[in-house]
């Protein structure tokens, strides 16, 4: 469990995710706009983390080589996804790189967060946050839950993906039922968003109530 925070409140460490499509940028836009928080989405940190200069990019580079840079230096993404398309094994490499270094700036922004003692909730997202280990890290994990149907349709007419792309990635995509067997909440947010709202507001104000009640850390 999370240590004393100055305030004397616990501020509480949620993993959410769930599979393409869902809508997990819609719910942590509500929530940022909502509730005193952090958010991160692991694919952005996964970019600074490959910045000039870092163990990441040192490792990377060491790696794949420096044609995988541009003219400035930056690991150019295009060039490294060419670079491990056709490869499982590379790919596992860069992830071996990638994946720890994400956690280890994710916990250091943890820690400084609760340091701080200014926010209530400190949110992760990511598709991969169970199959990365971060089941051991949160207070709470989080499935954004959409039916299949209506993750194709959003991904059809929001990205312009076809039929055989969606499929492709959802086969690479943890299961609904392994989703739902590593979460402890479900937040179904296939229909009105007015009601995805709601089932967040329901469980964030029972964190609060319970902290409050409480009247201490836990």
């Given at each position: ?136 890290l949160v207070d709470e994990m989080w499935y954004i839950y959409a039916n299949e149907e ?11 993906y076809s039929d055989e792309k969606i499929s492709q990635i959802f086969a690479k995509q ?19 968003f007015q009601e995805s709202c709601r089932q967040i507001d329901r469980r964030l104000t ?13």
């Amino acid at each position: 469990m999370a240590k004393s925070e100055p305030r004397g409140r616990k501020m509480y460490f949620i993993g959410i995710t769930g599979g393409i499509g869902a809508g997990k940028s819609e719910v942590l836009k509500y929530i940022k706009k909502q509730y005193s928080c952090e958010i991160y989405l692991a694919d952005e940190v996964a970019h600074l983390v490959k910045e000039p200069g870092t163990f990441a990019y040192r490792e990377l580079v060491k790696l794949l080589g420096a044609e995988v840079t541009d003219q400035d230096g930056q690991i150019d993404r295009g060039k490294m996804a060419e670079r491990i398309f056709s490869s499982p094994a590379l790919l596992e490499q860069v992830n071996a790189i990638i994946h720890p270094a994400v956690k280890e700036f994710l916990l250091e922004r943890l820690q400084a967060a609760r340091k701080a003692g200014e926010t209530d909730f400190f949110f992760v997202e990511a598709a991969l946050l169970i199959e990365c280990g971060y089941l051991a890290l949160v207070d709470e994990m989080w499935y954004i839950y959409a039916n299949e149907e209506t993750r194709r349709r959003r991904l059809r007419e929001s990205r312009g993906y076809s039929d055989e792309k969606i499929s492709q990635i959802f086969a690479k995509q943890l299961t609904e039922e392994a989703f739902r067997a590593g979460c402890s909440l479900v937040i179904d947010n296939g229909g009105d968003f007015q009601e995805s709202c709601r089932q967040i507001d329901r469980r964030l104000t029972e964190l609060a109530y319970k902290e409050t009640a409480n009247g201490k850390d836990v």
